[in-house]
């Protein structure tokens, strides 16, 4: 059974940075791509970064301060979370995906609906 464990999260001070891991168990990288959403209370949940064949998708909130990364070896994916502000505070999860197809990631990383698998989440909390 396909599964994945998301880890990293915490409590930090505005400017500071945190890197969450997602470890999958039961399946290799090389076949899905990674997204990592997060959805605060009250607010729907949220593509924030997705990762297939080393091709990289961010959503505009965090271009420029968030990294996704992947480990093929350890089969873990990371996102390098820099600068944080307040309202990056949410519930942080990590998601699976077969691509259907060549490029069709690049319309469907952020959607929620389109991911099969998914990790339980790990609170990030940013004070201000």
């Known amino acids: 059974e396909v599964q994945l464990q998301a880890s990293g999260g915490g409590l930090v001070q505005a400017g500071e940075s945190l890197r969450l891991s997602c470890a999958a168990s039961?399946?290799?990288?090389?076949?899905?791509?990674i997204g990592w959403f997060r959805q605060a209370p009250g607010k729907e949940r949220e593509g924030v970064s997705g990762?297939?064949?080393?091709?990289?998708y961010y959503a505009d909130s965090v271009k420029g301060r968030f990294a996704i990364s992947s480990d093929r070896a350890a089969d873990t994916v990371y996102l390098q979370m820099n600068s944080l502000k307040p309202e990056d505070t949410a519930v942080y999860y990590c998601?699976?995906?077969?691509?259907?197809?060549?490029?069709?990631?690049?319309?469907?990383?952020?959607?929620?609906?389109?991911?099969?698998?998914w990790g339980q989440g790990t609170q990030v909390t940013v004070s201000s």
């Open positions: 990762i297939v064949d080393g091709s990289t």
């Open positions: 998601a699976a995906l077969i691509p259907t197809g060549p490029n069709t990631y690049d319309s469907s990383w952020f959607k929620p609906h389109e991911y099969r698998y």
């Open positions: 039961e399946f290799t990288l090389d076949d899905y791509a």
